[in-house]
């Protein structure tokens, strides 16, 4: 396990990249599936999560994103294994990431410690139909004049790589992972030439802390911080919860005057015992918000019990076999 541990230290201290972060989620806290690999099995059922993002609304082109993950515990070799679907799109661009999870879980007095890594694939694409260059003719047709931009949707494919660690116990849980660790490189063919898109390697850490109020009352702050290994991006909520029935938060998402993006509010309830259901809004606090009208996020979180909870019998001799 410590030459686990001194890999991952590695390669988090290693790889530096150039471009944008993994998709945001305000949400996530509900939602760690998708951004560490090493939480399949942290739970004692089937864990399944969809989640649907809409960012800065009104804005065309703006990021939209779409996730689903399940995972579930195998206790027969102290392991989690999972799924996980991520579909975001940004203006011309899509990008779709598929993993499957698996994590080595060991059991301690004080909690669970994990190691994990999802292996996958992602492909990306470009919808050339709704790019424009500044020299292009679009009268009667597209015309780029530029040969390393696509007329029309044009995608690829590339191999993906996850790893991370986490740490949970009934208050406590905190984890770090790196995704998109390859930084593979997707081809897409323009009309004449072709291009290299890579997907850069990012770093996520994740933590939070359940604080007992009183009997129906649980508070748990958690924070998110991402990065790119050049630019970072935190986001912090505070959430409320009534009997484990009923939620409500706030969060807040910014680390410096620069990168400061939006508050906002959060809300979900317990349908039934195995369906919990939520959403958030983010009012946006930069200059976008003269032209966005925020950001709407919701979930569904399904969960299906695998282990029996019940108490063993009471044993009774019986004289006559004795």
Not at 211 to 220: D, F, P, S, V
């Given at each position: 396990m410590k030459n686990i541990f001194a890999t991952l230290a590695l390669i988090l201290a290693f790889f530096g990249v150039q471009a944008q972060l993994y998709p945001q989620f305000t949400n996530f806290a509900h939602n760690r599936n998708v951004l560490?690999?090493?939480?399949?099995?942290?739970?004692?059922?089937?864990?399944?999560?969809?989640?649907?993002?809409?960012?800065?609304?009104?804005?065309?082109?703006?990021?939209?994103?779409?996730?689903?993950?399940?995972?579930?515990?195998?206790?027969?070799?102290?392991?989690?294994?999972?799924?996980?679907?991520?579909?975001?799109?940004?203006?011309?661009?899509?990008?779709?990431?598929?993993?499957?999870t698996y994590a080595y879980r060991m059991k301690f007095k004080f909690g669970n410690l994990a190691a994990g890594v999802g292996l996958g694939f992602f492909q990306k694409g470009i919808d050339g139909g709704k790019l424009r260059s500044p020299e292009g003719i679009y009268t009667g047709g597209i015309n780029h004049q530029d040969n390393f931009i696509p007329d029309q949707l044009v995608s690829g494919i590339a191999p993906d790589l996850?790893?991370?660690?986490?740490?949970?116990?009934?208050?406590?849980?905190?984890?770090?992972?790196?995704?998109?660790?390859?930084?593979?490189?997707?081809?897409?063919?323009?009309?004449?030439?072709?291009?290299?898109?890579?997907t850069p390697r990012s770093l996520n850490f994740l933590a939070g802390y359940?604080?007992?109020?009183?009997?129906?009352?649980?508070?748990?702050?958690?924070?998110?911080?991402?990065?790119?290994?050049?630019?970072?991006?935190?986001?912090?909520?505070?959430?409320l919860y009534y009997k484990d029935n009923?939620?409500?938060?706030?969060?807040?998402?910014?680390?410096?005057?620069?990168?400061?993006?939006?508050?906002?509010?959060?809300?979900?309830?317990?349908?039934v015992k195995q369906l919990h259901i939520g959403y958030s809004y983010d009012f946006s606090l930069s200059k976008l918000?003269?032209?966005?009208?925020?950001?709407?996020?919701?979930?569904?979180?399904?969960?299906i019990n695998i282990k029996d909870g019940s108490k063993p019998g009471k044993i009774i001799y019986n004289p006559r076999f004795l």
């Open positions: 560490n690999p090493a939480v399949s099995g942290s739970e004692e059922y089937i864990d399944i999560v969809a989640l649907y993002r809409a960012q800065w609304v009104g804005i065309e082109g703006a990021p939209s994103t779409q996730s689903l993950s399940a995972s579930m515990p195998i206790y027969r070799i102290k392991s989690g294994v999972g799924l996980m679907v991520v579909n975001d799109m940004l203006g011309a661009q899509r990008t779709t990431t598929v993993h499957a996850s790893v991370g660690i986490y740490f949970n116990n009934k208050k406590l849980y905190t984890g770090v992972s790196v995704n998109n660790l390859l930084a593979s490189k997707v081809t897409i063919d323009g009309q004449g030439s072709s291009s290299k898109i890579s359940s604080i007992e109020l009183n009997r129906n009352l649980k508070l748990q702050p958690n924070v998110l911080l991402q990065s790119d290994f050049r630019t970072f991006q935190t986001s912090v909520n505070l959430i009923f939620h409500g938060g706030l969060a807040f998402r910014g680390s410096t005057a620069n990168n400061i993006d939006g508050f906002s509010a959060l809300f979900g309830v317990r349908l918000n003269q032209v966005n009208s925020g950001s709407h996020e919701v979930f569904a979180r399904y969960i």
